[in-house]
């Protein structure tokens, strides 16, 4: 209830009470009122105090207030007995504040409560009224709001945000200090393939099976979380890397003898793990890094298997070196490789003429042809500074091809290509001087292209973020900001950037079905961006339940394997969305 209508509750209770048939209007009151004389004694409670006390008025009339109302210190649980709030009926308003109610029947309610004064007409107090406002619900949403905060929705594990903190936790704790402790990184093998061919609802219901399985390994001192799609991480207290390894064995060969039914068949899967010691001196950036490679060496090695990470043996600057080589080389001889999804309009609002809108995501392919998902050497690239190049190869790939389209003649239907654009690219002065040049070699359209930058790259440099984009705006681009709501200031900056479109992170669209908390948020934010004239994007869309959902929110596009999944970009491809009758050549 709002603090308008509680004060409107209170005003009513005062100025109506010293006439008895006002009693009446006191039922429908949602705010529990108690009334009593000028001895304080009670003499009436609304059916919202009488389910908050558990006592009915009839049996509480002429008891003292403070045995039918029995508040706590919210804190300490101690009760306040010596408040006053009865002793000073002469105060216009004594704020009890916070505290908590006992009912009769020993159950404790969170309420905020406030005692006023009863006059007649000669302004002779004839007794008080207490207003008790219930908190639990409030306080329920709050809880629900911080478990979803820091727990994954689809498992309930803890999440990436979470685990890192545990490890920060742990770390600084003294009594750990000289302790034994490790981390072990899960990644599922070749995960893809069951959200390739099952569809990501089978995708999901593997996940959770997953989860329930690592959660019976798992000792309840450890900490165990979902750290993305298809990884996993523990952190053991007090274990030796030689215990932890042999933890990891056992997960390596639980997730091989797992058997998961889908569609009438049984499909196996494994798990490449890594497992790292936590050493004193070490960082929680640095300590995930190494069970991340770890893990990564492992799938290198051959996939469902077990890597300790060993400084003497595995620095991660070879490690990672490695990935360095490998992105060069993939640069040097033209082996990266776009994928195009499309971002389809929602609601009756939009034309039908509405030119298509395609995300541009980038892909390296190894020496035999097969296909390298970002999660492997993105993170990578951006420590050793390669993400330019790879947005460089990107922006002249699309701009050379989208000079080839406009020979196609007049005939073909404009789009819009979405190119994500890295944080270390937006701070480059080379990176945009190069891109300006290409713009300027390569003239388009306006509204062709559209640069996807992630929240937290924006807000890392936001003046600076905002220059860029207004110098690429006026030629003609458009700005989508990724990721959006994953800051914790996100309305408050976003005055300050001009973009054309947000993109909703994806934590928020996942479990709106089930959340009304989820709900909520994305239902403000598509109307804060409805009233700065911005458009929203949903990402990942996996059902057309989803989808309805999505547009009574008022979602204006929607992009998720439900829709179209990433379809890799071939000249003269098409780039035609399943059942379409007109294809559109590709870039």
Known sequence: ??????????????????????????????????????????????????????????????LP??????????????????????????????????CTLQSRSGTQHLIDANVSPVLDADGTVTGTVLVLRDLSQETGLLERLDYQATHDSRTGLLNRSAFEQAVRELHMDPASAGARNAIIYIDVDQFKIINDTCGHVAGDHFLEALSEKLQSRVRESDVLARLGGD????????????????????????????????GGRLHRHTA???????????????????????????????????????????????????????ISRALDENRLTAFHQPIVPL????????????????????????????????????RYNLMPSIDRWMVTEVLSRLVWRKDLGPGFKPYTLSINLSGTSLSDTSFMNFLERELERYPIEPRTLCFE????????????????????????????????????SSF????????????????????????????????????????????????HVDSTELLDALSELGVDYAQGYHIAKPRRVHNRSSFALPGSKTPLEAV
């Open 65 to 98: 207030v403070d045995k039918v109302v029995h508040l706590c210190d919210e804190n300490s649980g101690q009760p306040m007995e010596d408040t006053g709030v009865w002793k000073r009926p002469d105060i216009a308003c004594n704020k009890v504040g916070r």
């Open 1 to 62: 209830m709002s603090h308008v209508k509680i004060k409107k509750n209170k005003s009513l209770a005062k100025s109506h009470l010293p006439r008895r048939g006002s009693r009446a209007a006191l039922q429908a009151i949602s705010d529990g009122v108690v009334v009593t004389n000028e001895h304080g004694m009670v003499e009436f409670l609304n059916p919202a105090a009488e389910l908050l006390s558990g006592w009915r008025t009839q049996d509480a009339a002429n």
């Open 347 to 382: 609601g009756d609002d939009h034309s039908r003429d509405e030119r298509p809108h395609y995300e541009l995501l980038v892909r390296m392919t190894d020496r035999f042809g097969q296909i390298i998902l970002p999660k492997y050497f993105i993170s990578a690239a951006e």
């Open 492 to 539: 408050a900056y976003l005055k300050g950037l001009p973009v054309d479109l947000i993109k909703i992170d994806g934590d928020f669209i996942a479990d709106i079905l089930n959340s009304p908390a989820d709900t909520a948020f994305v239902d403000a934010i598509c109307r804060v961006a409805k009233a700065m004239n911005i458009r929203t994007v949903a990402e």
């Open 453 to 488: 930058i992630t929240e937290t790259a924006a807000i890392s440099n936001i003046a600076d973020v905002a220059n860029v984009m207004r110098r690429l705006k006026s030629r003609g681009c458009m700005f989508s900001l990724d990721d959006f709501g994953s800051g914790l």
């Open 231 to 262: 990884e996993f991480g523990v952190l053991l207290r007090g274990c030796t890397r030689r215990h932890a390894q042999a933890l990891a064995e056992q997960i390596c060969h639980l997730v091989e003898d797992m058997r998961f039914a889908w």
């Open 272 to 326: 490449s793990v890594g497992v790292t010691a936590i050493s004193e001196d070490a960082n929680v950036a640095s300590v995930l890094s190494a069970a991340e490679i770890a893990c990564f060496t492992a799938k290198d090695q051959g996939r469902n298997r077990v890597h300790v990470y060993h400084n003497e043996n595995v620095p991660s600057r070879h490690v990672e070196m490695q990935w360095v080589a490998r």
